[in-house]
Each structure stands twice: as C-alpha cells, then as structure tokens.
C-alpha cells in the first residue's frame, strides 16, 4: 500500500508538471495560431499540440522518477505502450472540448478549458495511471522488481553440471 501511495504521489507531480505545460500552451494556442475566429477546428488542434508536448514530458518523468523501478532495460516497447495509451487519454479529453464546443456550443476560453483541462483532464487521468500501473509498467511485464530465487532443483543440476560445487574461500 506504501508503494502504491509513493508511486500516486510521484504520479501526481509528473502530471501537474504536465498539466502546466499542457494548459500553459493550450491557452497560448488557442488566443494566437489557433484562435477559433481564424480557424474554426483551431481549440482542437491547440488541445493536440499542448497535449503531445506534455505527453512526452510526462513520459520522461514517470519512466525516470514514477515507475524507475518497473522500467524496462529496451524503453522502445515501453515508449510505444505509453503514447498508446497517452493518446487514448489524450483523445478522451479531445471528446470533452469537441463535446462542449461544438455540440453543446460552449465556445468561450473558460468553457474550453473546463471541458478539457479539467473534466477531460480527470477523466483521461484515471485511465491513464490506470493503464500505465497495470500494462506499460506492470513489473511482470517488464521483468522489473525482486529476481526470482533460484530453487534448489537449478542449484543442483548447476552443481552437477559443474562437476562440483563451488566453495568458497
């Protein structure tokens, strides 16, 4: 349960840093090149631009600092699995703002950013951490964590295939 509470707490400051970045240029985005009086899909494009940059910021931090010790020794696998499962979360917050702004006709800056930034953002959040502790850095999955405990059927066919067994000095 202790480990599960460091990793949650780890997991949260990776993701404030992302969520930083990603509202920060979201916002930035969508007031300039993807304003929606100049392009009309433009807050979508701006969610997918801000979200890519924090997508790989928050890869980098929960391979190195959130799940260090489940992390693979070949991080392309790994790396594939996490953007996988990044953009599935990126494109629940997507539904959110494409819902709000389009459907439902909020279209202010405020509106935007709650559909994304906040209930996409949460919702995204959960199955992301969800799919990250359970498939990307499983450690069954990565051969991470304790080794395995030779049993005493190995040591002894070693020894026999040894001739005898080593001693030490």
Not at 12 to 37: H, K
Not at 38 to 53: C, L, N, Y
Not at 60 to 85: D, Q
Request: net charge positive; with cysteine.
């Amino acid at each position: 349960m202790r480990t599960l509470i460091a990793q949650l707490a780890r997991f949260g400051v990776v993701g404030a840093v992302g969520f930083v970045v990603d509202v920060g240029i979201f916002n930035v985005l969508r007031v300039t090149v993807f304003s929606p009086t100049q392009i009309h899909e433009g807050p979508v494009w701006a969610k997918v631009v801000s979200t890519s940059i924090a997508i790989v910021i928050n890869w980098l931090g929960n391979r190195y600092w959130t799940f260090r010790k489940e992390a693979r020794k070949h991080p392309l696998s790994e790396a594939i699995e996490f953007f996988v499962v990044s953009l599935v979360g990126m494109g629940i917050g997507l539904g959110c703002l494409w819902i709000s702004h389009y459907v439902l006709g909020y279209t202010s800056q405020l509106a935007d950013n709650i559909s994304a930034n906040v209930v996409g953002l949460a919702l995204g959040t959960l199955f992301r951490f969800a799919l990250y502790r359970l498939w990307v850095f499983n450690p069954k999955r990565t051969g991470a964590g304790k080794r395995p405990h030779k049993s005493a059927t190995e040591i002894s066919v070693r020894e026999d295939a040894l001739g005898a067994a080593e001693t030490p000095v």
